[in-house]
């Protein structure tokens, strides 16, 4: 699936794709709260930026410290950003003035849209189709219905992550050999980089979630107060929310410290009935 001209002039083989691909099955393993599967994508990813920096520890750190910032998407289609995203930091190996902050830009931009076809198509979608069979099969007592519902999930599951991880690669060489040739990297990135702030804006909106059950007045005449700011701006609160933890973020205040202060304040202000 490489194309002849990457197999000559790309550092990266056949052999480094397909361990990526053989260890996106545990991007899931070390998911949590705070930055999601982002270990899990740094494991994707570190036999390829060992190869590619091991003659320049300050590189191979930096690589190694860009992807374990937060990232997320449907584990079915990570592959393909895996590969885009070796892509890029094969051109970064061989481009010192590669801006690396595009990397992280195209993960960015990728890891939202990617997670919503993912999870429609694989849970929404072949997950009940696939219990369907399988349960309709078993209730006549047969093991073949077991048997089918993980075939028919894993075999579509898996050729996506296979073909992803090949088609990411090859895309991304390609195109951003193009881009890089005719000047319009610096335009790439900043779309890029756009997107991506679209992206998390978007998901502050969806997890983020602060309303208030307070109203002004009494009887048939209370004004609900989540109305009125909702009226103003919607998921007003969320965003202020959302603010202080950048804050607290930023004064590198303990992520746990955080989230047990969130649980208390919490539960005291739903007691209180400010927050509902």
């Given at each position: 699936m490489m194309t002849s001209k990457n197999n000559e002039t790309g550092l990266i083989t056949r052999k480094d794709i397909m361990k990526m691909f053989w260890?996106?099955?545990?991007?899931?393993?070390?998911?949590?709260?705070?930055?999601?599967?982002?270990?899990g994508f740094e494991y994707m990813m570190l036999p390829t930026i060992k190869k590619l920096y091991k003659d320049d520890p300050e590189r191979l750190k930096d690589a190694m410290q860009r992807h374990m910032e937060f990232f997320n998407t449907n584990m079915y289609i990570s592959t393909f950003i895996g590969g885009i995203t070796m892509a890029m930091e094969e051109m970064n190996a061989k481009d010192k003035d590669f801006d690396t902050s595009s990397i992280s830009a195209v993960k960015v931009a990728l890891m939202g849209p990617l997670a919503g076809i993912g999870?429609?198509?694989?849970?929404?979608?072949l997950r009940i189709l696939a219990v369907g069979i399988g349960t309709s099969i078993a209730m006549q007592g047969s093991i073949l219905g077991a048997i089918l519902f993980l075939l028919v999930f894993n075999v579509p599951a898996?050729?996506?992550r296979y073909i992803g991880a090949f088609k990411g690669y090859e895309i991304g060489a390609n195109y951003l050999n193009k881009i890089q040739e005719s000047g319009l990297m610096e335009k790439f990135m900043y779309a890029a980089s756009i997107i991506g702030v679209m992206v998390i804006g978007g998901m502050t909106n969806e997890l983020v979630v602060v309303s208030t059950p307070l109203t002004i007045g009494t009887g048939e005449g209370a004004v609900a107060i989540q109305g009125v700011l909702d009226g103003l701006m919607p998921g007003m609160l969320s965003l202020a929310a959302l603010g202080v933890y950048y804050k607290l973020l930023n004064k590198k205040v303990n992520v746990i410290v955080i989230l047990l202060g969130t649980v208390v304040f919490g539960i005291l202000c739903s007691w209180l009935g400010i927050l509902g």
């Open positions: 260890r996106s099955f545990t991007i899931q393993f070390s998911w949590h709260y705070e930055r999601q599967m982002h270990m999870d429609s198509l694989f849970l929404g979608t898996m050729l996506v």
